[in-house]
């Protein structure tokens, strides 16, 4: 049987393409189904408070820095959303006193536009909130070295070859409402893949690229960062791709219920738990990378019971 049309824009691939049987298997999971998931390679992790998850995420930034020494430098590669980890990640530096010399830090995305990343004065610079919420407010005679931090740009010949530089301990992420992590979204449906969407194998292939991005991307990033103004968002970005995502130790993806929805975050730890790789849902690749972690704020897992409004 021919796959169905997306239900959110038909010349897309997304999970909306899936069997119809898979989405209500995911969609009946309740919250201890969920934690019994995990197998070896992936693992989920539920946090009680956003105080917990939150101190959680920034402390992974703190265990891959503390491993840096100048024989093995080591980073971490961060995104923009979630970004409440920031502020706290800057604090425990200063107030451990972690000399940051020998780590990494690579940005997961940028937006373009007008043919180049944008600026760091654009409203929506992922690495201006990099810079604000976290690097800037780390004591001076404590920051990395600017040349280790990696921020991805239109040419993206330095920031692949940096992450030969260092190794990566950990790469982490949210998840999108296109079940996303980074902007690796799903493609187009057209040739050659109008009848089926890129199997698991090619889109590993993809490396740190301009991307074209989902409509519902375009919808969710208005909705969480620019008040629903979707004419500010750029419809292209620049993003890490599963090739450098495969050279990180560890993926560890974080939600907080603020992001993706209640059958978003039940589908993608289905798919991975079950081995179930789809490029429909790019976030279910993860099923073949070696070490995935899972993090859920238990109060923003939320149901998908019908609850008219």
């Known amino acids: 049987m021919p796959r169905p049309l997306s239900r959110i824009a038909p010349d897309w691939w997304d999970y909306t393409t899936l069997s119809p049987e898979l989405i209500h298997e995911a969609a009946c999971l309740s919250v201890a189904d969920m934690e019994a998931l995990s197998r070896p390679g992936f693992r989920v992790v539920l946090y009680d408070t956003l105080e917990d998850f939150y101190l959680a995420e920034a402390l992974e930034y703190i265990h891959a820095w503390r491993q840096a020494t100048a024989e093995d430098p080591v980073g971490i590669c961060g995104p923009i959303g979630p970004t409440e980890q920031l502020p706290l990640v800057a604090r425990l530096v200063n ?11 690579w940005g997961m995305d940028e937006w373009f536009e007008n043919g180049r990343e944008v600026p760091v004065t654009h409203p929506l610079s992922f690495e201006r909130a990099d810079r604000e919420l976290c690097f800037d407010r780390i004591r001076p005679d404590l920051r990395m070295p600017e040349a280790n931090l990696h921020f991805p740009k239109a040419d993206t010949t330095d920031y692949i070859a940096s992450w030969s530089t260092a190794r990566c301990a950990v790469m982490q992420g949210g998840q999108g409402d296109i079940k996303h992590w980074a902007f690796n979204d799903p ?5 050659p893949h109008a009848e089926e969407p890129p199997s698991p194998e090619t889109y590993r292939q993809l490396s740190t690229r301009v991307v074209e991005l989902h409509p519902l991307t375009l919808a969710q990033n208005a909705r969480t960062s620019g008040g629903g103004n ?5 419809t292209q970005a620049i993003t890490v791709g599963p090739v450098q995502t495969w050279q990180a130790e ?3 993806i974080w939600h907080a219920g603020t992001h993706d929805n209640p059958l978003g975050q039940r589908l993608t730890a289905l798919m991975i738990s079950k081995g179930l790789a789809d490029s429909s849902v790019p976030m279910s690749l993860l099923a073949d990378h070696p070490h995935v972690q899972f993090n859920y704020f238990r109060d923003g897992i939320g149901s998908c019971d019908v609850e008219m409004h």
């Open 250 to 252: 560890k993926v560890s």
């Open 187 to 191: 493609l187009r449906r057209a040739a």
């Open 95 to 105: 107030e451990l006193e972690l000399d940051l010399t020998h780590a990494h830090f």
């Open 230 to 234: 979707i004419t500010m968002v750029p």
